[in-house]
């Protein structure tokens, strides 16, 4: 199963003051710099747009020897979606335990399309939490 996270607003946010602006900013220095992820406001998360390639993709990358054990997780991963809607940097935010696992979920993220984000009508990029759920069957 695959789910998307995001925070958002549900209504249009009021108009930024001055030391929003400035967190803005400061955010977008962050992300440029450490390259770790920063919050961008939106009114409309992005939106799988993809998921069928994806779980192709999950069933093609799931290990076979932890998926012949029964060995599965969750693999929790950072996206960052640009204005086109394609992921363009994949972190990982929370390991599943499984190093294999976890280099699957990214593989996985790289097929990953996106209908893009949109604050106030506009597209805009913005970071995403996406959990990867790896369920083994015996």
């Known amino acids: 199963m695959l789910m998307l996270l995001g925070a958002g607003c549900a209504s ?23 390259g770790r992820p920063c919050f961008t406001p939106f009114t409309q998360a992005p939106v799988l747009a993809n998921q069928e390639s ?8 799931y290990p076979k020897r932890l998926r012949a054990e029964g060995i599965g997780g969750t693999v ?12 363009q940097k ?13 280099r699957a979920a990214v593989l996985i993220a790289r097929v990953m399309r996106f209908e ?10 913005v970071w ?6 790896f369920t083994a069957s015996r």
Request: glycine letters at 6%; one cysteine or more; a negative charge.
């Open 12 to 34: 249009a946010p009021p108009e930024p003051t001055a030391e929003a602006l400035a967190e803005v900013a400061a955010d977008e220095q962050c992300g440029r710099e450490t």
């Open 90 to 102: 994949v972190m990982l935010r929370r390991t599943s335990g499984h190093p294999e696992l976890d």
């Open 116 to 125: 893009p984000a949109l604050n106030r009508g506009t597209r805009v990029k």
């Open 54 to 61: 994806v779980i192709r993709a999950m069933s093609q990358h």
């Open 128 to 133: 995403v939490e996406v959990p990867l759920n």
């Open 76 to 87: 929790v991963l950072w996206v960052f979606v640009d204005e086109r809607g394609r992921q």
